[in-house]
């Protein structure tokens, strides 16, 4: 079986979006490639066929005419497990750092022009995609018009099915914002996500919550998907640090910096007399001078540059509570209340306690909550009591590591997942055949 991939992100097993794709398609009997429209060098040990489109070609393409993509094909998998992550902040120009910084409607917009007005449906993308001649495409659902028009054409141009995957709210209109660039830029994703999802064969997605809404809203034809680990034998967690180690491993944007800066403040409180309890968080994300003295003090709190994920395997590993948080204000709570962020799981099979932070609503904390596979806590107010409890009932942190691994026995064993996947994958492709027979 020959899968075509499409999505934004870099695959590179050392951020989230690729680890995400590393952790569905190991040991799957397929051969990949990828279309990918972000900078930097894939990092991964599943596909070598790659074909590159960025905001900078884009923008090159309108200013001085330049063609749009460039194919990248490797004899070998493209994989150093100490290769730093590109992205658009670090490589582009100016203007690509203050749109990824910011994250401003306007820019949103003005990205989605470009697009529209550049001509990226090159001779060389076409080739690509029909020299590979998938049997199946593989696609992440994005809030972009421009990725939903790129799985459009490359449905068009292969003629086989599509399976796609959403893991944010990219539809509903429960949302916060004030700006006339955000609404305008939503319904018009709206109705592209309208159209592209009858081309899309099956929907996979992390949330029974969004499972239920969008099927009743589109008619999709959508499956509950996990994300899985390696959880064999019973909980590794056997004794506790002192003092006390909590880690968080992610970005910070949507404001959870700020989450994480209550949390700093709470254990400086907890540490008047002597040092019970530290937080340490890594993240690649970029960060203030205001930022950087509320996130390190040196001594309660302290900030890391992200690391790979074996590094982060044995950081877990050296650890008692594994972190997961998101923002209280209303405008995030709204954007980010159907998502399950992959990196739940990766805290479940971290060996550590699970310490989830939200609002009551978020999909991740009530999923959870009905698995008792957390420490939950959707009001801030509560912070300081829960963990004084910790502190002063330390036994709490085995129990909650036991309960945090078998949640993943239960529900995220890495082996069914594939298997269950895979099966999907060949199914669908199979109706690619039966499609041309009746013709």
Avoid at 9 to 27: A, K, M, P
Avoid at 47 to 54: E, N
Avoid at 197 to 218: A, G, P, V
Avoid at 240 to 266: D, F, T
Wanted: charged share 30%.
């Amino acid at each position: 079986m020959k899968i075509l991939i499409i999505s934004k992100e870099l695959w590179s097993e050392n951020n989230n979006g690729g680890n995400v794709l590393s952790n569905i398609f190991s040991d799957f009997d397929a051969e990949f490639a990828q279309i990918y429209c972000s900078p930097g060098i894939p990092n991964n040990k599943i596909c070598k066929k790659y074909f590159q489109i960025t905001d900078n070609m884009i923008v090159n393409n309108l200013l001085s005419n330049k063609k749009v993509g460039k194919s990248l094909i490797f004899q070998d998998y493209p994989y150093k497990p100490e290769r730093v992550i590109v992205s658009d902040v670090t490589e582009g120009k100016w203007y690509f750092r203050i749109y990824r910084k910011y994250r401003l409607s306007f820019f949103e917009m003005l990205r989605e022009c470009l697009w529209k007005a550049s001509r990226w449906k090159t001779k060389e993308l076409a080739e690509f995609i029909l020299n590979f001649n998938p049997d199946l495409i593989f696609a992440p659902c994005y809030s972009n018009m421009f990725m939903l028009r790129l799985d459009r054409y490359v449905k068009k141009l292969t003629g086989v099915n599509m399976i796609s995957y959403v893991s944010d709210d990219v539809y509903s209109l429960r949302q916060f914002n004030l700006s006339l660039f955000y609404w305008l830029n939503r319904l018009l994703t709206r109705r592209s996500i309208k159209k592209t999802f009858n081309d899309y064969n099956l929907i996979y997605t992390m949330t029974d919550e969004q499972y239920h809404e969008l099927s009743k809203l589109l008619g999709a034809n959508m499956k509950v998907l996990r994300k899985g680990g390696y959880f064999y034998g019973d909980s590794p967690k056997k004794k506790i640090n002192e003092p006390i180690r909590m880690v968080y491993a992610g970005g910070i944007y949507l404001n959870r910096w700020k989450i994480l800066s209550k949390i700093g403040e709470v254990i400086k409180q907890l540490n008047k007399e002597k040092i019970r309890i530290r937080l340490d968080i890594y993240t690649q994300n970029e960060t203030t001078e205001k930022q950087k003295r509320l996130l390190d003090d040196g001594k309660n709190i302290f900030l890391h540059p992200a690391v790979d994920q074996t590094e982060l395997a044995n950081i877990y590993k050296k650890s008692d509570i594994a972190l997961h948080v998101e923002s209280f204000e209303l405008k995030y709570r709204l954007l980010t209340r159907l998502s399950f962020s992959s990196k739940i799981v990766d805290c479940l099979g971290s060996s550590c306690a699970v310490m989830a932070i939200a609002w009551k609503e978020h999909a991740g904390l009530k999923y959870l909550k009905k698995e008792d596979a957390a420490i939950c806590i959707d009001n801030l107010s509560n912070l300081y009591d829960k963990l004084k409890e910790i502190i002063e009932r330390p036994e709490l942190i085995i129990e909650y590591a036991k309960k945090a691994w078998e949640c993943g026995k239960r529900n995220h064993q890495i082996d069914l997942i594939r298997k269950g996947v895979y099966e999907d994958f060949l199914m669908i492709s199979s109706r690619n055949k039966s499609d041309k027979n009746v013709k």
